[in-house]
């Protein structure tokens, strides 16, 4: 294998890990809180719906290279939209919180469905957007052998999300309000005890779980896509939050986790390119990052450990 088929394969590599980082970032902050987030499936589902129509109705109206941002902005209030479902069952009415996560898939993969059909005159998919996200070349450092196209030559939501990683990283671990978050999802009871408003934080937090998971989804209809169907997503948002477990609710775990996923997905590419695999079904290579997700997961469940708190519904004044 050659320096130039490693490279695309690290570029492959970030390219489909992107949107599962960002996802898995609004899953950690989710469930550090004690909310388990069973619908980023659908809180992706809603972002990838929004972008691909905000983007193409704003290409229509000449905002040219600034549509794809606005795709991204809308991604993030449809996942708002739907994670404050989510954040009123589970945390104002109590539901059972893995419940309230499949509801939100099904709503989500049902409602964005209907809409499509509903804007596009029947169509199962949105008109293709033509402005998009187009790679960006960080200078000097995209010139490092093997290297530096894979890592220095992004989408600019790669760049982003990379980013975010560090700033959640550095919240969670080095502020007040990544203290007070955690400590939510560990003992709300000793929480409340000391003053921290138990339900807003993890309102806030299931909403900036919308958010990031949002943007997640969007990434994908303004990167690989230009468009959304209802196969967009295709359960990448569970494999975010397998990235979640594996990464232990951390941050730089899951970025880790997810980029293990994207490589996987970029060896399911490349594997196509060599002639033996004419002779294996193609099901069978589609289905490789998955099976990966799955084995991963049966190692690193045993060993991870949750958020204490994480899926007990928390009633004010209890202690």
Known sequence: MDAATIGHMLNTA????TALILAALGGILSERSGVV???LEGLMTAGAFAAAVAAYKAQEA???????????IAGAIFGVLFALIHAV?????????VVSGIVINFIAGGSTLYLVKLLFEGAGETTLVNEVFHKVKIPVLSDIP?????????????YLAIILVGAIYYMLYRTAFGLRLRSVGEHPSAADTVGIKVLRM????VLLSGVLAGIGGATIAMTTTGSFSHN????????ALAAVIFGKWNPLGAMGAALFFGFAQSINNVLQLFDFTSHIPSEFIYMLPYVLTILVLVGAVGRARAPGALGEPYYQGKR
């Open 146 to 158: 093997i290297i530096g196209d894979g890592l220095f030559n992004a989408y600019p939501t790669t």
């Open 14 to 17: 970030f390219v489909f890990s």
């Open 37 to 39: 987030n069973i619908g």
């Open 202 to 205: 993890r309102y806030t937090a």
């Open 89 to 97: 069952a589970t945390i104002t009415f109590r539901a059972d919180q």
């Open 62 to 72: 000449g905002y040219g290279g600034a549509s794809p941002w606005i795709g991204v």
């Open 232 to 239: 967009t997503i295709s359960g990448q948002g569970f494999i």
